[in-house]
């Protein structure tokens, strides 16, 4: 069984960045569907941003367009997800998610990190 595991999540003032990143190993990321996704307590999860397999396209929930980029480097086997101009409302856990059935901002992924908290005050 694969469990991405995520990292570089934080307390960050409104305004600032933060960058997430998410690995694992026996498990080739180049080859599936990655994802971010987000859960605020009481709020269902919400797909960030997907990247699709080598062809790298990337897609990006509307609330994040512009201020938000993930990427994946397929040597070191790691998806990141750059934050930037960070919001109140972007507080939240952070999940890393592999292998999307179908691609997408959907959470029809197979598997799936612990999360990673990521906190902005106003």
């Known amino acids: 069984q694969v469990h991405p595991v995520e990292s570089g999540g934080g307390s960050v003032q409104a305004g600032g960045s933060l960058r997430l990143s998410c690995a694992a190993s026996?498990?080739?990321?180049?080859?599936?569907?990655m994802a971010w996704f987000r859960q605020a307590p009481g709020k269902e999860r919400e797909g960030v941003a997907v990247?699709?397999?080598?062809?790298?396209?990337?897609f990006y929930a509307n609330s994040v367009k512009g201020r938000f980029t993930i990427s994946r480097d397929n040597t070191q086997n790691t998806v990141y997800l750059q934050m930037n101009s960070l919001k109140p409302d972007d507080t939240a856990m952070y999940y890393c998610?592999?292998?999307?059935?179908?691609?997408?901002?959907?959470?029809?992924?197979?598997?799936w990190g612990q999360g990673t908290q990521v906190t902005v005050s106003s």
């Open positions: 990247i699709y397999t080598d062809a790298g396209a990337t």
């Open positions: 998610a592999a292998d999307g059935r179908p691609c997408g901002l959907k959470p029809q992924f197979n598997f």
């Open positions: 026996g498990f080739t990321y180049g080859r599936y569907c």
